[in-house]
């Protein structure tokens, strides 16, 4: 069993739809990133958080310690925005990053 | 400021030959982590180096080296390749590697866009 899951695999949603792309996690972290990752390969790190949340502009991102589970929010989806979402993780014993398998999300307009 | 920089972008090799794969980190970053991306596996952590020394190691195969140069550029080196090596190589820097237990945003990891490895 991976130590990231994430949830759903693949999301298709319409234009200005509200997103929720989930993860959970069985390991203790140090903190959890969240990634978009563009076809084509290039990764751009969203957020990097260890409690609360976080927001930049349309995207939320959420943590719960307690439950290990995070989730990243997109409001008002554009079809830029579809990408694959992966939720990586550090190890707190070790500092090792441990990714799930990712989200695919395709906006359509 | 300039992002990471891998080069090559692109590269094929055939079974059995070794591979040398270089990344630049941003200016100022010292700590390179490296990453490989396949279908089937997903994203996996390789190694991660700071001050020319290498701090973590995944679970990859000896055949699996890497070093780091004073001015903190690294490259990567696979031998003896398998049709399984095929993937996109990733490396990621930062100013400066977290400890284990502790994060802050000097730990940060910034992706570059990757070497995409064909085995043949």
């Known amino acids: 069993k991976n130590e990231v899951e994430q949830s759903p695999q693949n999301l298709t949603a319409q234009e200005g739809e509200f997103i929720t792309i989930n993860c959970s996690y069985s390991v203790g972290i140090s903190a959890l990133h969240w990634l978009q990752q563009h076809p084509g390969g290039g990764i751009v790190s969203l957020f990097m958080?260890?409690?609360g949340k976080k927001k930049h502009g349309r995207l939320i991102a959420t943590i719960n310690i307690q439950e290990k589970h995070s989730s990243l929010h997109i409001t008002a989806s554009h079809p830029r925005d579809s990408a694959v979402y992966i939720c990586a993780v550090n190890e707190r014993r070790n500092n090792d990053m441990r990714f799930g398998a990712g989200t695919r999300l395709t906006v359509k307009p | 400021k300039a992002g990471v920089t891998q080069t090559p972008r692109y590269l094929i090799k055939t079974r059995g030959q070794q591979v040398t794969l270089s990344c630049s980190p941003i200016?100022?970053?010292?700590?390179v982590s490296w990453y490989q991306q396949t279908p089937g596996q997903g994203l996996q952590f390789l190694f991660e180096?700071?001050?020319?020394?290498?701090?973590n190691k995944g679970n990859f195969p000896g055949r699996f080296s890497g070093r780091q140069f004073s001015n903190s550029r690294s490259e990567m080196n696979v031998s003896t390749l398998e049709l399984g090596d095929s993937a996109l190589y990733l490396c990621?820097?930062?100013?400066?590697?977290?400890?284990?237990?502790?994060?802050?945003?000097?730990?940060?990891?910034?992706f570059g866009p990757g070497t995409r490895l064909t085995v043949l």
């Open positions: 990621a820097s930062s100013l400066i590697p977290g400890l284990a237990g502790s994060l802050s945003s000097y730990n940060e990891q910034f």
């Open positions: 958080l260890s409690s």
């Open positions: 180096y700071f001050s020319e020394t290498q701090r």
């Open positions: 200016s100022g970053h010292r700590s």
